[in-house]
């Protein structure tokens, strides 16, 4: 099984803060990386998608990089609405696997 | 607009079985894969697997291989996943959640249900 392993679990920043939370596959998955959004007790939802491409009505403050092992979800003016826990998930094989996720809280 | 609307809340015993339905409407059910995720509480996400609706191929992790089974009813747009032999580490809110177009590789998951809370306690 590929293991996803975010960081960091947890950070804290203001809003109009840069935030990067990073994800690092356990073998390459070429770009076969989602990131999710989830809010407490409301389901996941997408983001960003193939590692780069931004979901359809995300805002564009979202944005992902990387590629292989590495990766990269980026929010570049952290908004209140965007604190929240977000997670990382590898679809190049199965079992498909998600990151322990990265809570992002207020300072 | 696509919509995926799943049973309410159950509570189980050790050892029983329980099946969670999700009823798929916006889209033609038969076209996108449905997968399956679910979340103990407090911890991260895991997938349990996958229904082709339109063959009802599925595809499970290793993990709940034997346990878990999923089906759809076409008729009425509608994917079951059925976990056996609960045990109290089966709490979780399960999910289900809206793949790639059939015969398409794994992607992500666009649309997700609002989840299903599972009490397994004696």
């Known amino acids: 099984d590929i293991q996803m392993t975010q960081s960091p679990s947890s950070l804290s920043a203001s809003v109009g803060d840069r935030v990067t939370i990073t994800c690092r596959a356990s073998q390459s998955i070429s770009t076969f990386l989602n990131w999710y959004q989830q809010i407490p007790r409301k389901a996941p939802k997408l983001l960003i998608y193939?590692?780069?491409s931004l979901q359809s009505g995300v805002p564009s403050r979202f944005s992902g990089s990387g590629s292989g092992t590495d990766f990269t979800l980026t929010i570049s003016s952290l908004q209140p609405e965007d604190f929240a826990t977000y997670y990382c998930q590898q679809t190049y094989s199965t079992p498909l696997t998600f990151g322990g996720g990265t809570k992002v809280e207020i300072k | 607009q696509v919509q995926l609307v799943q049973s309410g809340a159950e509570v189980k015993k050790p050892g029983a079985s329980v099946k969670v339905s999700c009823k798929a409407s916006?889209?033609?059910?038969?076209?996108?894969?449905m997968h399956w995720v679910r979340q103990a509480p407090g911890q991260g996400l895991e997938w349990m697997g996958w229904?082709?609706?339109?063959?009802?191929?599925?595809n499970y992790a290793q993990k709940f291989q034997g346990r878990v089974t999923v089906t759809r009813d076409t008729s009425i747009s509608t994917a079951y996943m059925e976990l056996s032999r609960l045990r109290s580490d089966d709490t979780a809110v399960y999910y289900c959640a809206r793949g790639d177009p059939v015969g398409t590789t794994i992607s992500c998951f666009d649309y997700w249900g609002q989840g299903t809370l599972v009490t397994v306690s004696s």
């Open positions: 229904i082709n609706p339109n063959s009802g191929g599925t």
């Open positions: 193939a590692a780069s």
């Open positions: 916006g889209y033609t059910f038969t076209d996108y894969y």
